[in-house]
């Protein structure tokens, strides 16, 4: 095996098994931090004894089995023969083993390491509950449940959201630390936590959706592996916990905003508006399972929480055969709806361009205004750039090119800075 097929095949393996290996250290071990430090070290084993030896028929298990004996040799260091290394070293039959040693042939010893369903996911699941536990920021919550549960590496973390890799490296070490001195315990929240702790798991997975889907900085309007790995995340959540609606809710919306991502862009990458938008490039396949997970929120009788009724206007734009066809007022009534739930100013926003397609602009102006009185959306280019186009519209071309000038300066993402220029150009 050449090195490149090699590492090829040890991140394929590490993408996909990585949350079951860092599941089962962090059960074991019953330290996250150690856990996850122990899974890299495996990582980095299989690094360069897979190109060179071939790789294992059992590949999730070898790097299982590398990862436990890690452990094992951690707690010789911290004090020997505590009752966990007894504990551990039983489970793997190593009583008499000196320090340090090594099994002579431990893929013939992966191929004992039995994987059990049941627990895969109740360990798949602790773990995106800590990696998105409230007692770490936000960035750091994106950042430890890409590396954990999504199995990207720290370069791939940091190429996504534009930063350097360093930065993303003491987010996630500052994340452990934090756990650790927090003593959060690797185990699924107690069923009075669950509903609270499930929605950060749910935030955090939207955050990484949203930037993936309309990049803050850059030059491409969708980063789709960023995209596509919260999707990743949002299905195998729904498999974990398959009756929480709200669950089916955001893999709903994420499923129907991502069969528009084929349209979203020209040629050259280029932005495409959606009443500009060839609806026949729309993945049909993507709006049918959106679809079908909204029809199971609809079917748990519960009503529609958040990420329901943002699914429920997508679907609403999934469904329409044009921008005109589209039921606005439907859509309107959901922003409503879902302005009460879960008021911010982005909802707003979107609430008052759903009633200027309804309604006409000169109904949709004072909703914008106000948001303008209360300086929300301070930073952002939207605001300005919804009111320039109201303004347009509305024939008030001088007010409408100072909007879209301040929207130009405060739009971080080169494609959309670029649309932003094009409109300022077509005012003349």
């Known amino acids: 095996m050449t090195d490149v097929g090699g590492r090829e095949a040890v991140a394929a393996v590490w993408r996909i098994e990585s949350a079951r290996i860092v599941g089962a250290l962090a059960r074991y071990t019953g330290d996250f931090a150690l856990a996850e430090d122990l899974a890299q070290e495996a990582l980095a084993e299989a690094l360069v004894t897979w190109p060179r030896d071939g790789t294992p028929r059992n590949p999730a298990g070898w790097l299982l089995t590398v990862g436990r004996r890690r452990a094992i040799d951690a707690f010789r260091r911290r004090s020997a023969l505590d009752e966990r290394y007894a504990a551990l070293a039983h489970d793997l039959g190593e009583g008499g083993a000196t320090a340090g040693s090594a099994p002579a042939d431990p893929a013939r010893e992966a191929e004992d390491v039995l994987w059990d369903p049941d627990q895969i996911d109740d360990d798949v699941l602790a773990l995106m509950f800590i ?95 960023l995209a596509g790995e919260a999707q990743r995340l949002a299905r195998v959540l729904a498999r974990l916990v398959p009756n929480e609606p709200e669950v089916h809710g955001l893999l709903a919306l994420l499923e ?42 609809e079917r748990a009788g519960r009503g529609l929480g958040a990420y329901g009724l943002q699914a429920a206007i997508a679907e609403c734009h999934a469904v329409a055969a044009s921008v005109e066809a589209t039921n606005w007022e439907r859509v309107v009534l959901l922003y409503e709806a879902l302005g009460r739930l879960a008021p911010s100013p982005v909802v707003d926003l979107n609430r008052a361009v759903a009633v200027s397609m309804a309604q006409g602009p000169a109904a949709a102006l004072p909703i914008v205004d106000e948001l303008v009185a209360a300086k929300a959306l301070s930073t952002s280019h939207l605001l300005p750039s919804v009111r320039g186009e109201l303004l347009t519209r509305l024939g008030r071309g001088v007010e409408a090119r100072r909007e879209l ?14 649309l932003l220029e094009r409109k300022l150009a077509d005012l003349g």
């Open 131 to 225: 990696s998105c536990h409230p007692v770490l920021s936000r960035e750091a919550r994106v950042a430890l449940t890409l590396r954990v549960v999504g199995g990207l590496t720290s370069d791939e973390i940091a190429r996504a959201f534009l930063v350097p890799t360093a930065t993303v490296q003491a987010r996630i070490t500052r994340a452990k630390k934090t756990l650790g001195a927090a003593r959060v315990p690797f185990e699924l929240p107690p069923a009075a936590e669950r509903t609270e702790r499930l929605g950060s798991v749910l935030n955090v997975i939207y955050l990484i959706f949203t930037e993936g889907s309309s990049a803050s900085s850059g030059g491409d309007l969708i980063r789709f592996d």
């Open 256 to 297: 129907l905003t991502a069969a528009r991502f084929p349209a979203r862009t020209g040629p050259d990458g280029e932005p495409v508006l959606l009443e500009h938008q060839d609806r026949r490039r729309w993945d049909r396949a993507a709006i049918r399972r959106g679809r079908a997970a909204l029809a199971r929120v």
């Open 405 to 418: 000038e301040r929207a130009v300066g405060l739009c971080g993402n080169e494609r959309e800075r670029a």
